[in-house]
């Protein structure tokens, strides 16, 4: 196995034990992952280094303090998460004791305060700083997405992942409103030409200045 990826999969390992038994000292992940532990040591400052893994002092009756290694919020995102069916079965609870119409409304909400959210971000800004911005917004929840200038005059904006994808494959409002909110953010007209959920590479929007607009582009 090479160096690198042998290296990977020992703190891979320290890190599942450090969440299974809540906190180790060195001595504990020395037996545990059979390293020496001036080797456990080096994993543990990288994993301290990368905000994975904080180091408790614990006092003893005497001599020099013990340290107890336990990981931090940010590991909790490196192990699995079901939130997207836990979201699909809330929505279903939802839609089957209420009926479609409130998770209508409760999509619609969500795209409201969305709204609210961001547009001081956008207010005073010409129309390519506002697809500038958005693009922005969009990064910082997931979306890998990415925009570019159409030689028509107008601006294209790419989203190269959806976090959403599976509540979207059922939940179609969820396009619907994003395309909604992206118009009314933008102040622009704006056009769904691709997207995850009918089968596509990626989610594509057209943009162009709303046909009243006579502000800069």
Request: proline share 4%; hydrophobic share 35%.
């Amino acid at each position: 196995m090479p160096q690198q990826e042998k290296g990977t999969t020992t703190r891979r390992r320290l890190i599942e034990l450090l969440r299974t038994t809540g906190g180790c000292g060195i001595a504990e992940l020395s037996g545990e992952l059979g390293l020496t532990e001036m080797g456990v040591r080096r994993h543990l400052h990288r994993l301290e280094r990368d905000g994975i893994v904080r180091s408790l002092a614990v006092r003893q009756a005497m001599g020099r303090p013990s340290y107890r290694y336990t990981l931090t919020e940010s590991a909790d995102d490196l192990f699995p998460k079901n939130y997207p069916h836990l979201t699909l079965e809330l929505l279903g609870e939802l839609e089957e004791l209420s009926g479609p119409e409130t998770v209508d409304r409760l999509f619609e909400g969500r795209r409201a305060k969305l709204e609210a959210r961001y547009r001081d971000r956008m207010r005073g800004k010409p129309l390519r700083e506002r697809v500038a911005e958005l693009a922005a917004i969009q990064n910082a929840g997931g979306y890998m997405a990415v925009w570019e200038t159409d030689p028509a005059g107008g601006y294209v904006l790419h989203e190269r992942n959806c976090p959403i994808a599976q509540v979207a494959n059922r939940y179609r409002q969820a396009c619907s409103c994003e395309k909604a909110l992206f118009a009314e953010l933008l102040s622009a007209d704006v056009e769904r030409t691709e997207c995850f959920a009918d089968g596509g590479n990626r989610c594509t929007y057209a943009i162009r200045a709303a046909a009243a607009s006579d502000e800069p582009k």
